[in-house]
């Protein structure tokens, strides 16, 4: 599993790849990267809600990576996006694409550190991932991305966007 570091930052570096050179500044504002980069913090809060309902039940609850943690709900976001699109409420829709968008990447990223993952809830016919080691690099993995993240804004002079 991936640290919640790499989640936000993964989906931060891909919506802001697709700002500076799909889209541009005003067809992606800055703000979609917070909302994407949240979104990918959204399939793990079945983690506090397994310690709430543990605590309720005095035992040991875990629903980690039973229901979240499946493209379905990135499949709901983007079907809503599409909707509101096509109700020509842009700025909503793509509110919904940044939330798909974070989703998604939250489930690509556990993927590459392996394991069980309901990616296919409720249907399962996709459960788990190769196991490729990466756990043992989670926090270096942070790091690498944080670097190449600054490096590709101050090289294309974009680190002003963020200042």
Request: charged content about 15%; overall charge neutral.
């Amino acid at each position: 599993m991936g640290l919640a570091v790499a989640h936000v930052l993964g989906t931060i570096i891909l919506l802001d790849l697709i700002r500076h050179y799909i889209t541009g500044k005003r067809g992606f504002p800055r703000y979609l990267l917070v909302v994407g980069g949240v979104a990918a913090l959204a399939p793990d809060l079945d983690i506090p809600l397994s310690w709430l309902l543990s605590f309720f039940a005095q035992d040991y609850v875990n629903l980690h990576r039973i229901f979240t943690h499946s493209f379905s709900f990135a499949v709901v976001f983007g079907v809503i996006a599409l909707v509101l699109y096509l109700k020509k409420e842009i700025k909503w829709s793509k509110i919904f694409v940044a939330i798909a968008v974070g989703w998604s990447m939250h489930i690509l990223m556990d993927c590459f550190y392996g394991g069980f993952l309901p990616m296919t809830w409720p249907f399962n016919f996709i459960t788990s991932c190769p196991s490729w080691g990466l756990v043992d690099h989670s926090h270096s993995i942070d790091a690498i991305l944080l670097v190449v993240w600054i490096v590709h804004e101050e090289i294309h002079n974009k680190i002003k966007d963020y200042i």
